[in-house]
DNA sequence: GCCAACGTTGGC
DNA sequence: GCCAACGTTGGC
């Protein structure tokens, strides 16, 4: 029996990929990852079936533009492994990968973009990880009602 | 194991 | 482009 879904907030620049990209590509692999907490979610936590809100940082503006789910559980990056790739890292071995990947598939793009100061104008919204100061993990935990709350706010045509 | 220096993230 | 926050590195 699997474990109840979990949710996740992912983030990724536009200059390194986007919600179209992943609409064109359906599914794609959540790789590049080098932070050790995110690392252990990748390999120890995200499982088949998690929620993920895809985040846009840096962005005009920065937030939430879609929803996608998890259709690959952890696995070593292959990227590590790739000499002169900028994600190579010479210090991790095949026999003891340090650096995990997901894939993902896109479920839905949001009609518009649920930013960052929206996201920290919402009283249900106070506690989620990105609202917070500082809070520069780029794999977080999103509770269930976080998840709901913000894929609601992305589509307010939809819940009418 | 401490901690200063340095690098990165990411909002603004 | 600035800079606060935070993570990593490496000398000791």
């Not at 990968?97 to 997901?102: D, F, K, S, T």
């Not at 990105?130 to 977080?140: D, E």
């Amino acid at each position: 029996m699997s474990r109840a879904t979990c949710y996740w907030l992912m983030k990724v620049e536009p200059a390194a990929y986007t919600i179209d990209q992943l609409e064109r590509d359906r599914t794609t692999t959540w790789e590049g990852v080098r932070n050790y907490k995110a690392r252990n979610y990748l390999r120890d936590e995200i499982k088949v079936g998690d929620g993920v809100l895809f985040y846009a940082s840096n962005a005009d503006p920065s937030g939430v533009v879609g929803i996608a789910q998890v259709v690959r559980d952890g696995y070593p990056d292959p990227y590590q492994f790739k000499r002169g790739h900028k994600y190579h890292d010479p210090k991790s071995t095949e026999s003891d990968p340090r650096w995990y990947a997901v894939d993902i598939r896109l479920v839905e793009k949001f009609m518009r973009v649920v930013s960052l100061a929206e996201l920290k104008a919402t009283r249900a919204l106070k506690n989620m990880m990105v609202t917070q100061r500082g809070a520069r993990l780029s794999i977080q935990p999103v509770t269930k009602s976080e998840f709901d709350a913000v894929r609601q706010m992305g589509h307010p045509r939809a819940t009418q």
